[in-house]
């Protein structure tokens, strides 16, 4: 799982857990970015994400924010064989 890996961005989602958290991703197709993934809690838009094909990182954005936290590709792929 992608926000696995990225603490900050789980916090982000999680920090509304008093009420239930339902969210839902989608994928928008981008020129700079190719699928821009986007990460919505009902009709409000909480932050993207995108694979860096020259990092090889995956790299999120929460909306209200203008850190760019990245996440390690491998280490993502490591997560799924366990």
Request: proline share 2%.
């Amino acid at each position: 799982m992608l926000f696995a890996c990225c603490a900050e961005v789980e916090q982000f989602l999680l920090k509304d857990s008093i009420t239930e958290l339902e969210i839902e991703i989608d994928s928008v197709p981008d020129g700079e970015f190719g699928d821009l993934y986007r990460v919505w809690k009902n009709d409000r838009l909480l932050g993207t994400f995108y694979e860096s094909f020259t990092s090889h990182s995956w790299k999120a954005q929460p909306v209200d924010s203008i850190k760019l936290i990245s996440c390690d590709s491998a280490a993502i792929s490591s997560d799924k064989n366990h």
